[in-house]
């Protein structure tokens, strides 16, 4: 994957991190990984998501797409774990551009 910058900040604002995104970084399975950032949150009902989740969607085995990236089973779930660490990442990065918005948006609105 190429590596590239995100944003084009003064290069003494914002120290960036070039990134690869991979998916497991260990033995866990993509859909343990998501449970655990849904958890994170510790928001109230969030256990009843995540069994709506497994038991009445299909969101954990669903393609992406039909036809494009990620028309495969669990596609729609790796693109999201992708999605929700780039937000994350650019987020931290952002907070150090901008610290006061850490007190305006908390991580845990990002994962959910």
């Known amino acids: 994957m190429k590596q590239t910058e995100l944003f084009a900040f003064e290069q003494d604002q914002v ?10 970084t260990d033995n866990r399975s993509n859909k343990d990984i998501c449970i655990d950032y849904l958890r994170q949150t510790q928001r109230q009902g969030m256990e009843r998501v995540i ?25 729609l779930l790796e693109h999201s774990l992708n999605v929700l660490r780039m937000a994350l990442e650019v987020y931290k990065m952002l907070c150090q551009y901008k610290p006061q918005l850490q007190e305006q948006v908390n991580e845990n609105s990002i994962i959910i």
Do not use: C, R
Request: without cysteine.
């Open 51 to 75: 069994e709506w989740l497994d038991k009445q969607s299909d969101f954990f085995v669903a393609p992406a797409s039909t036809n494009f990236h990620g028309n495969y089973e669990g596609g």
């Open 15 to 24: 120290q960036t991190q070039p990134t690869e995104i991979t998916m497991t």
